[in-house]
């Protein structure tokens, strides 16, 4: 079973920490790397992508990949309240059959920030 | 630039009744399309995903079923909805030969 695996959370941090997030997940061919964020009630919008290994940083967001060990994981720095959401990390697996591929997401985190 | 609509936004419908909703795509040709459901308190659980008119590939064997009938259609059905079929359904687009995924507005089923 292909997974992508995240800690349901609630994470909570005081505004203005820095909040991280983690996820693991367990096909070795995977190359692409997604970040969302999903507002209560609301769809989810993209975040960030990353494709190589290291640190992305886009504003306030750090993606970081490791694909020897499988995980990535998104840093906010000087959280805000309007940044409390549930974040869902999603992982672009090989199809089967070959030539094309299924996204797949974790649960996703939530993540409360508190004044 | 690309847009994407899902119809209707809400939506209340007894046991057994059938079920239709729609995504369309502007601003792309050919572009990959998936159907997610999202329960209650759980991840995005992928249901439908399609290369192309006619062309569909199933992830979960259910009581649904979806069609592409036009380039940028996606149409999701059912004939007798479940109690177990309520839920947040999200339309999903990519462009072809690009990873990353865009999610239409959703639409949120509650069968009763």
């Known amino acids: 079973q292909k997974e992508v695996e995240q800690n349901s959370g609630p994470l909570s941090v005081p505004e203005g920490a820095i909040a991280s997030l983690n996820c693991t997940y367990s096909?070795?061919?995977?190359?692409?790397f997604f970040w969302y964020r999903q507002y209560s009630g609301k769809s989810p919008e993209l975040i960030m992508s990353?494709?190589?290994?290291g640190d992305k940083e886009d504003g306030r967001f750090t993606a970081q990949l490791n694909k020897a060990s499988q995980y990535v994981s998104l840093l906010i720095r000087d959280s805000q309240p309007s940044d409390s959401a549930t974040y869902l990390c999603?992982?672009?697996?090989?199809?089967?059959?070959?030539?094309?591929?299924?996204?797949?997401f974790g649960r996703g985190t939530s993540l409360i920030v508190h004044p | 630039s690309q847009t994407i609509h899902q119809w209707p936004a809400t939506l209340v419908q007894p046991v057994g009744s059938p079920l239709s909703l729609e995504c369309t795509v502007e601003?792309?040709?050919?572009?990959?399309l998936y159907w997610y459901r999202q329960a209650a308190g759980r991840g995005l659980q992928l249901l439908f995903y399609?290369?192309?008119?006619?062309?569909i590939s199933s992830e979960v064997p259910q009581n649904l079923s979806a069609s592409r009938p036009q380039d940028r259609q996606f149409i999701l059905s059912s004939k007798k909805l479940l109690l177990s079929d309520s839920g947040f359904y999200l339309c999903?687009?990519?462009?072809?030969?690009?990873?990353?995924?865009?999610f239409g507005p959703g639409t949120r089923l509650t069968v009763l």
């Open positions: 999903a687009w990519r462009i072809r030969g690009e990873d990353t995924q865009y």
């Open positions: 096909d070795r061919g995977s190359q692409s």
């Open positions: 990353i494709y190589s290994n």
């Open positions: 999603a992982v672009n697996l090989p199809e089967p059959s070959g030539g094309s591929y299924i996204p797949t």
């Open positions: 601003g792309t040709s050919n572009p990959n």
């Open positions: 399609s290369v192309g008119i006619g062309q």
